[in-house]
């Protein structure tokens, strides 16, 4: 899976949108950055991903069934 990248700023909130690249993320936390003075926005990459798949076991019935 290839890296994502989010911006975040402590207080607002979980991050809306999932950039692509690191220059999109930047840029945005730019732009956010000029809009709310005095407030911090974090570009954030994503390191790894995990998945614990929900397992469907098929347990098959020789006997006859009694009805």
Same mark, same amino acid.
């Given at each position: ?12 909130? +979980? ?5 692509? +690249?690191?220059? =999109?993320?930047?840029?945005? /936390?730019?732009?956010? /950055?000029?809009? =709310? ?31």
């Amino acid at each position: 899976m290839k890296p994502f990248y989010l911006v975040w700023s402590e207080g607002r909130g +979980n991050p809306t949108y999932k950039h692509e +690249n690191y220059a =999109n993320a930047e840029r945005e /936390a730019h732009r956010l /950055a000029k809009l =709310n003075p005095g407030e911090e926005f974090h570009v954030l990459v994503s390191s790894c991903t995990l998945h614990i798949p929900d397992p469907v076991i098929k347990t098959e019935h020789l006997e006859d069934m009694p009805f």
